[in-house]
């Protein structure tokens, strides 16, 4: 069974950071590119941030594009996504998500979802 947690939310002061993290089991994770996935309060899904399946390749939506760095280490099943100068139009809850494919991720073909963790950006 394919299973994605999600930690590392909470409350941050605008322009503080922090970093998200996804534990990934029931599947080769070595195999496939993963993302980031936010949808803030009353909105739809943005993709925020993809990775392929061995880390040489990133992408970033450009609202985050140099503020958030996309990470991930195959050798823990762990992806990570590290969140600087943060705004408070970040606040969203964010999911960590499993592409079908192992190229680049830019988009919502998405076949496992995490059940998100929650980021709020206020003072």
């Known amino acids: 069974e394919v299973q994605l947690v999600e930690s590392g939310g909470g409350l941050v002061q605008p322009g503080g950071s922090l970093r998200l993290s996804c534990a990934a089991s029931?599947?080769?994770?070595?195999?496939?590119?993963m993302s980031w996935v936010r949808q803030a309060p009353g909105k739809g899904l943005e993709w925020v941030s993809g990775?392929?399946?061995?880390?040489?390749?990133?992408s970033y939506a450009d609202s985050v594009k140099g503020r958030f760095t996309i990470s991930r280490d195959n050798a823990k099943n762990t992806l990570y996504l590290q969140m600087n100068s943060l705004k408070p139009e970040d606040t969203a809850v964010y999911y960590c998500?499993?592409?079908?494919?192992?190229?680049?991720?830019?988009?919502?073909?998405?076949?496992?979802w995490g059940k998100g963790t929650l980021v709020t950006v206020s003072s």
């Open positions: 998500a499993k592409h079908p494919y192992n190229k680049a991720a830019t988009d919502l073909n998405i076949d496992y």
């Open positions: 029931g599947f080769t994770f070595s195999s496939y590119a």
């Open positions: 990775i392929n399946s061995g880390g040489g390749s990133t």
